[in-house]
């Protein structure tokens, strides 16, 4: 049997119903695994012991009265730095924030509470969720656990190394343009962007608005379906989440792929993938048609603009939602510079990093006069014909199968001084969140003993769809088993 620090969220919740473990002794047996490989790993800017076991004695106090348990009882949990806390400090991994405090909990931080869900700290990140590799942190970069030389991805790289390390079940992530599905691929785990609007923004630090979504993070498809089943549905302190149809985690389990017709993108199989990550990839299409699918080539003809679409229109509104770090009402306030220009100007200077800076410039120029029209407003119209190719493409298949990333783990700064190889990272990813649909990355394979993603996009809100084809490839494959050598 697993070690408790590898068990699944339905065997620890489990557990802890049946009185087999306390979720105590879950929560320890974590805590123990972080101060083990933490120092190796850094996927941790918090760690909250005293409120994680204080969390896991009432799951056993409500336990020892009869009471029922919530879906995740008892099960240790990350949350990335981007999502709010209540009491805990919510950095965004950004200087500007060090040491704040948020008076409230995120829509998804209070349901992770309510199902019984044992929050154990906040995972570092790039930047307010700015890069691809979780080097863009103020507190120190991010090691993958299967190469401590090598990155874990970004920008929810210690929400992925957590998990893969063991340190907890599972996590949060926010994915703006494939900050969960990337760093997920090259740390073997899955990792979920659900559909715009599926789970509430409200308490999330902004990023790009119309681009940000929270997705769950874990070691198996249904892991995944579990967590996502927990934090998702309409709230009405977010006007852009939806009222759509329930999503049931058992209902990806159930029946069989037979039929399941599965589009192959031309566009994401050419230049820029490596040779292994490609080969992978059309092993695991024909490892789904073995199964009973059928998989065919298409186009996507514009998705090879959406990284030149996403770094105006990201940007842009980056460039507003930062625009309330001023140094007066909440954050690091500089003593230096004169009178209010100044101090905002001393302020965001001394907060923020490089990158955080260089992409509110670029959309600041974007949104300027006499450039809104050549910039943003060309980008909107070229996102609007992308999700179009997408429609188009869902007419004739269910499912759409590509890499998540062109490559395994990239080395600790190979990437740092190239600011376009950094965002090609993405260039997989990027047309999911485009177009507002759900995509997975599951792992597929090894190449130089790092992971390979395999990404599986659908139709809007249709998550059960997607992840009952990744369940399926999961099922009938073994690297979702796989360890990294930190685990062993």
């Not at 790289?157 to 893969?164: D, F, I, L, N, Y």
């Not at 220009?341 to 001394?350: D, F, H, K, L, N």
């Amino acid at each position: 049997m697993e070690p408790l620090t590898y068990r699944s969220l339905r065997a620890l919740r489990d557990a802890v119903c049946s009185g087999e473990v306390s979720a105590r002794e879950i929560t320890r047996a974590h805590l123990d695994r972080i101060a083990e490989v933490e120092p190796a790993i850094s996927a941790l800017l918090a760690v909250t012991t005293d409120g994680a076991l204080a969390q896991a004695d009432a799951v056993d106090a409500a336990r020892s009265r009869g009471e029922e348990l919530g879906p995740l009882a008892g099960v240790p949990i990350a949350l990335k730095d981007v999502i709010s806390t209540r009491g805990v400090a919510t950095t965004c991994g950004s200087r500007i924030l060090a040491g704040w405090k948020p008076p409230y909990d995120a829509t998804v931080t209070a349901r992770l509470r309510e199902a019984g869900a044992v929050m154990l700290g906040k995972a570092n990140c790039d930047e307010f969720a700015m890069g691809s590799s979780t080097e863009n942190s103020a507190y120190g970069p991010t090691r993958n656990p299967w190469n401590l030389d090598r990155v874990p991805g970004g920008s929810s790289g210690g929400s992925a190394a957590a998990v893969a390390a063991g340190e907890v079940a599972g996590s949060l992530g926010s994915d703006t343009g494939g900050s969960i599905r990337q760093p997920a691929a090259l740390c073997g785990i899955v990792g979920l962007k659900p559909t715009y609007g599926r789970v509430s923004r409200f308490g999330l630090v902004a990023y790009a608005s119309s681009l940000d979504q929270i997705g769950p993070m874990a070691r198996s498809v249904e892991d995944a379906a579990l967590l996502l089943e927990a934090i998702c549905g309409v709230d009405l302190l977010d006007a852009t989440s939806v009222d759509a149809p329930p999503f049931s985690a058992e209902a990806v389990k159930r029946g069989d792929i037979r039929g399941l017709r599965v589009g192959v993108p031309r566009e994401f199989m050419g230049d820029g993938i490596d040779g292994a990550v490609a080969a992978a990839v059309r092993a695991a299409v024909e490892a789904l048609c073995s199964m009973g699918a059928t998989a065919e080539e298409c186009s996507l003809p514009t998705a090879r603009h959406s990284l030149a679409t996403y770094y105006i229109l990201a940007p842009a509104e980056a460039s507003s939602n930062l625009a309330r770090y001023d140094g007066v009402r909440f954050g690091l306030r500089s003593e230096g510079g004169s009178g209010h220009a100044g101090m905002t100007e001393a302020s965001r200077e001394a907060g923020f990093g490089a990158e955080t800076k260089q992409r509110i410039l670029v959309g600041t120029y974007a949104l300027s006069a006499g450039y809104y029209d050549a910039y943003y407003l060309r980008a909107q119209k070229v996102r609007t014909l992308i999700r179009r190719d997408f429609d188009a493409a869902f007419e004739r298949f269910d499912v759409l199968v590509t890499p998540t990333s062109p490559t395994v783990a990239f080395g600790i700064g190979e990437k740092s001084d190239d600011p376009l190889a950094m965002k090609l990272a993405d260039v997989c990813t990027l047309p999911a969140n485009m177009a507002g649909i759900p995509g997975v990355s599951i792992p597929c394979g090894m190449d130089q003993g790092l992971p390979i993603g395999l990404q599986i996009m659908g139709r809007s809100f249709d998550e059960e769809n997607v992840l009952r084809a990744a369940y399926a490839y999961e099922q009938a494959t073994r690297w979702h088993t796989h360890r990294p050598e930190v685990a062993r």
